[in-house]
């Protein structure tokens, strides 16, 4: 069975774990550069990414994440989504680099401005201060969108979503990262 890491240092990661037990995969948080070598995949939930990016920092984590998905998959949620960009703006930040799209912080708004939404049809969708993915790259594929901005991109063996899906009893997003494993 395929175990896959979910980034413990700040965030909803307890409800990563949930939905990765759901969808059919071992989880196991993640907090220390170690922990990463008996991993197949990782998680990187929602939560505050300049605060996540300090977290990294401190913790001796960013190059080492980054080294990770050059080889491994990586999944990354709201702020996660931020920490896989390429680019990141309003305000501009460092971050991972690993996906070829450009996103804008709090795009949606404050967190009075979160919301529960339906995308594609029947799909629910959890917006938290959610970032918009405002460029996508020629090698990046929507697989989503929602008010004609791109909300599920996947780019070879990463995937993001600005929305919460851990949040749903929808295991889809989930077993299609599985699948990256």
């Known amino acids: 069975m395929k175990t896959v890491g979910v980034l413990a240092l700040q965030g909803d990661f307890e409800a990563h774990r949930k939905a990765v037990e759901r969808a059919g995969a071992r989880a196991m948080e993640v907090?220390?550069?170690?922990?990463?070598?008996?991993?197949?995949?990782?998680?990187?939930?929602?939560?505050?990414?300049?605060?996540?990016?300090?977290?990294?920092?401190?913790?001796?984590?960013?190059?080492?994440?980054?080294?990770?998905?050059?080889?491994?998959?990586?999944?990354?949620?709201?702020a996660g989504a931020i920490l896989l960009a390429r680019e990141v703006t309003h305000p501009p930040q460092p971050s991972l680099n690993l996906m070829d799209i450009t996103v804008e912080r709090n795009g949606y708004g404050r967190q009075i401005d979160s919301r529960i939404a339906k995308i594609d049809g029947d799909f629910e969708a959890v917006f938290i201060r959610a970032p918009i993915i405002r460029k996508v790259g020629e090698s990046a594929?929507?697989?989503?969108?929602?008010?004609?901005?791109p909300v599920w991109v996947e780019q070879g063996r990463h995937m993001v979503t600005t929305f919460h899906p851990e949040l749903t009893e929808d295991s889809r997003v989930h077993r299609r990262f599985l699948e990256k494993l």
């Open 31 to 78: 907090r220390a550069k170690d922990q990463l070598e008996r991993i197949d995949g990782l998680i990187i939930p929602g939560g505050e990414s300049t605060t996540m990016l300090k977290l990294l920092e401190a913790e001796g984590l960013t190059s080492v994440v980054r080294e990770f998905g050059l080889k491994k998959p990586i999944y990354g949620t709201c």
């Open 141 to 149: 594929r929507v697989l989503a969108s929602y008010g004609g901005d």
